[in-house]
């Protein structure tokens, strides 16, 4: 009896230790994944209503190009699968009032975009269809030319005059003696519904040549750099698509700097630089709580999901 008592007694004490081993693993785990800051993972989703994503309940997610790198992250990580693949990107293509009118029929779930146009707002209501959005991060309106032009800052008032036809030439501006080629975005696209909102020229707008309006962010940003007298040339994009998804253009463009002020994230977050607005995500209103498109609503506009934003260098909120 004594020798069975102590054989329990020594499997007792090697389950506390173990129990202890695995604990104390644990804690170290957690530590250290918060030191480094990692993105969030799907094991930390779960206490949302117990809910865990798979690749069938796992919302359809889409929106503006520019967070096509947000939703690969998003994707990938709530459903711990490797980043290649991990979005449909079909889904990312085509302008921002798109994805809205795509969100208001149902083909999109859980929309991350820039600023809804006002064409977007009303096929919305002729739709009779809400929806409930919050903004997440900020981006910024900027404006490039040629690095062989010698102009490195415009006012927003030089600004607001080369697109209302009043200054036409860079030496206006104190560049060289040429022409300006003021590109212009398509009506429908996220970068001139911010373009629209932060300028504000009304139907001061000058109505550019048709080959000087551009249909997609990547068309304005090699229409710049491929300009026949580059040099003339004048855009505008937004901060991130440029900076982190086509960086490569800067080899042969830059980025002006506005009053002065030079486009960084910084100066994004603070507001010194100040041709900045908000970015989105929305999901259809009144969804029910354990909706999956809420549940993974509520994780990208919590700390998790704030983090993850910046993971991708994007500002967060």
Known sequence: MKRIIAIL?????????????DSKTDTETTAAAETTAQPATVEEVKPVGNFTFTKDNFPVVGGSLALKPFGQALTSTVLGIPREGAIDPEIWEGSTT???QQFVDGEIELLLAYEPSEEAIEYAKSKGFEW???????DALVFICSNQNPVKSLSLEQIKQIYSGEITNWKQVGGNDAPMAAYQRNRDSGSHTLFDKLINLGDKLVEPPKDEQIGSMIGLLEAVADYDNSSSALGYTVYYYLTNMESDKLASSKILWVDGIEPTNENIASGKYTLVNDFYVAIPKNLPEDAPARILYNWIISQQGKELLENENYVAK
């Open 9 to 21: 007694s020594v499997l007792i004490l090697m389950l506390t230790l173990f129990a202890c081993s």
């Open 98 to 100: 798109y994805k809205y």
């Open 132 to 138: 409930e959005i919050t903004a997440i991060g900020a």
